[in-house]
């Protein structure tokens, strides 16, 4: 009755009416190597397991994890489609990185952990991370960088004394 919905219909008038059912997720099975990788449907993290109840339809998966390029690909899930087992990272090396301040042996932390004193050279993988340079007498600085695969990672910082004008 169309009239318990707010529709009245008046001589000579059409109405078009369209009716859709909201589809119900069904169960599918998502196998990466490595297994413990985590897994996204058009952004959001479904967890690292396998099993994810997802909305029948095309998306965006994405499949990371800390060390490994990810893998970004469209999928259609439908009832006969549920497996999704191709999907294979690949390592990412470490690369040299060197961090100079002058003056040197400054502590050095790196997201938030002290990695030691500057000048300061280790592997890293390829990304960006946030630093804190202090030492004694001088201003704490306060920085990112960004380690890069093909490139030199040589950051070179300058420590300004406390009490000292700086411009």
């Given at each position: 009755?169309?009239a ?5 219909l008046?001589?000579r008038e ?11 997720p069904i169960?599918?099975n998502i196998?990466?190597d490595p297994a413990?990788?985590e897994k ?7 967890g ?6 997802v ?10 994890k ?8 469209t999928?259609v899930?439908?009832?006969?489609k549920t497996?999704f087992?191709e999907?294979v990272?690949?390592?990412?090396d470490?690369v040299p990185v060197t961090i100079?301040t002058?003056?040197d ?11 030691g ?5 280790d592997?890293l993988?390829p990304?960006?991370y946030?630093l ?5 007498g001088?201003?704490?600085?306060d920085?990112g960088?960004?380690?890069?695969e093909?490139s030199q990672n040589?950051f070179q910082f300058?420590l300004?004394?406390?009490g000292?004008?700086?411009?």
């Open positions: 009755i169309l318990d919905r707010g529709i009245h008046r001589s059409i109405w078009e009416l369209k009716i859709t059912a909201e589809k119900k169960y599918i196998v990466s413990d990788a996204f449907i058009d952004g959001d993290s479904l690292k397991g396998r099993n994810f109840k909305i029948p339809g095309e998306h965006t998966l994405r499949v990371s800390e060390g490994y390029r990810p893998v970004e690909k999928i899930v439908s009832e006969s497996l087992d999907i990272l690949t390592q990412i470490v100079n002058t003056p042996k400054a502590d050095l932390y790196i997201n938030g952990t002290i990695r004193k500057t000048n300061w050279a592997f993988l990304g960006s946030d804190r340079l202090i030492r004694e001088y201003f704490e600085k920085t960088i960004t380690v890069k093909k040589q300058k300004i004394k406390i000292r004008a700086h411009v």
